[in-house]
């Protein structure tokens, strides 16, 4: 006995993308769904040359004195013929204009005999079955996700959050190994078919899918079906076509082809046709080794998500991009571990909250990252030190080595001691009556050469010389330590 099918279709842009890249045909013959993907490269040009070779095999069975519609494996060759021309065609577009490489298509759709559906499918375009309130997916995803779900890597659930769950393995683009696959499916009286985009299925879970997909009118199915996808986020083109298998009805019969989406509006532009490219593989895809090669992305910008690898030249040049940044991060992370391990050795002595402190790294900026941190701090304050010593200290002193540096904040150290003392003794002596009778006592400084005896005492003085601490082995003089800093012998006027 057989049937007819009661069609509803749809096709939108969605909430987010620009332009409608998917394409679909209904006839009462055929159920179609392309989701065309490439972007600037035109996605929507494949999309419309899958649609348009099916409309074009659909016509030999349309007009009159057409042959019956084909049965069983006669409609897988029928369908899978069509969409080796298109794919031949895509090779066409591509050569005769290499702008257009990176174009493709995912094809989901099928050939009804009256009794059975011929489907070929590829990509992750979707084809369901209702029947008795239960629904099975007829199609196999051709992505990342679904080849870790077969692995049994991951599950089902954690797939449709998986960050790369629009990765696929399969288009059409014009390269004869990928492959669709086909399958013949029964039908009864009463079925639903869903053949949809991802636009769809990648946003609405497939419990909801079922829910909707029993409503009674077909109409109220698509605007559900559409609703919930917006309510998702929109984010894809959605392209919708359902069928109900019902008693055979030779009004249904005679129901005009419907093509929609962008197909409807993009031409094909005319262009050179090549020989068609072989296809040595039989139509059923063979099981792999289990290395599957991601090639496509459906989420991401158009432009960078679809790139073709069939020839070794465009194999080379698609693993260049790769390559390079490889090499560009390579030697960015090299300069980055460079950069830190000469800081590592740099040292020099500044300035941290008015104090002395010992700094590892350069006191240079670069832009707003600092280029060095606190190594040490001190109890040295740099309002106690010599005018001298406090601008270089704020002026970073740089040294070579730690040790250096160490020995650089013990003579700050005694340059501060002695400025305390001299400020202490300058507060408590009453002032002279005459510089001639009171000069005051000049300090023997620390430091080494000629200017460690530019002041020393030529006769007692009439005022007291305030006592100076003399530096002890904790604060080593900068001829003990080898130090190379060079700072001047303390003069008590830079001491106020």
Request: hydrophobic share 40%; aromatic share 4%.
């Amino acid at each position: 006995m057989a049937f007819s099918l009661d069609i509803r279709c749809h096709s939108e842009i969605g909430l987010v993308r620009r332009n409608n890249q998917d394409s679909g045909y209904v006839s009462p013959r055929l159920l179609v769904v392309a989701d065309g993907m490439g972007g600037a490269a035109a996605g929507d040009l494949a999309s419309t040359v899958a649609v348009r070779h099916v409309a074009k095999a659909d016509r030999r069975f349309s007009d009159e004195g057409a042959p019956a519609r084909p049965q069983g494996e006669e409609m897988l060759t029928v369908l899978s013929g069509a969409v080796v021309d298109a794919n031949d065609e895509l090779a066409d577009l591509v050569a005769w204009d290499s702008s257009l490489e990176g174009m493709g298509t995912t094809f989901c759709g099928a050939m009804f005999s009256g009794t059975q559906l011929g489907i070929v499918h590829i990509g992750d375009s979707r084809g369901y079955l209702l029947r008795q309130g239960r629904m099975k997916r007829m199609t196999h995803d051709h992505s990342w996700v679904q080849s870790l779900i077969d692995d049994g890597r991951i599950t089902p659930e954690e797939a449709a959050v998986h960050p790369h769950r629009s990765l696929l393995l399969k288009v059409l683009n014009g390269q004869p190994q990928h492959v669709p696959d086909t399958q013949i499916v029964d039908l009864r009286l009463g079925d639903r078919i869903l053949f949809c985009s991802d636009g769809l299925c990648g946003l609405v879970d497939d419990n909801t899918i079922a829910e909707h997909l029993n409503t009674t009118n077909l109409e109220d199915v698509v605007d559900l079906l559409t609703t919930d996808a917006h309510a998702g986020g929109g984010t894809d083109n959605i392209t919708i076509v359902v069928a109900e298998v019902v008693e055979a009805d030779p009004i249904l019969d005679a129901s005009e082809p419907h093509i929609i989406g962008a197909a409807t509006t993009r031409k094909v532009p005319e262009h050179e046709a090549t020989a068609p490219l072989p296809l040595d593989q039989p139509l059923s895809v063979p099981k792999s080794d289990g290395k599957s090669t991601v090639l496509f992305d459906s989420e991401a910008e158009e432009s960078m998500r679809y790139a073709p690898v069939d020839s070794m030249h465009r194999h080379r040049r698609h693993w260049l991009w790769p390559i390079t940044i490889l090499a560009l991060a390579a030697v960015l992370v090299g300069g980055i571990f460079g950069a830190r391990a000469y800081l590592n050795t740099q040292y020099y002595v500044g300035t941290n909250n008015d104090a002395v402190a010992i700094y590892q790294g350069s006191p240079d900026h670069l832009i707003w990252i600092h280029l060095s941190h606190v190594a040490e701090k001190t109890n040295i304050k740099t309002a106690d030190l010599p005018r001298y010593y406090r601008n270089r200290v704020s002026g970073s002193i740089r040294v070579s080595s730690m040790d250096s540096a160490r020995a650089t904040v013990a003579e700050l150290r005694t340059g501060a001691q002695q400025c305390k003392a001299i400020r202490e003794a300058a507060a408590t002596t009453p002032t002279p009556a005459s510089p001639s009778t009171a000069p005051s006592a000049p300090l023997q400084s620390t430091a080494s050469g000629p200017a460690a005896s530019a002041y020393h005492t030529t006769q007692p003085s009439a005022v007291p010389t305030p006592a100076v601490p003399t530096p002890t082995s904790a604060m080593p003089s900068p001829s003990a330590s080898g130090h190379e800093v060079d700072l001047p012998a303390v003069d008590s006027g830079d001491c106020q």
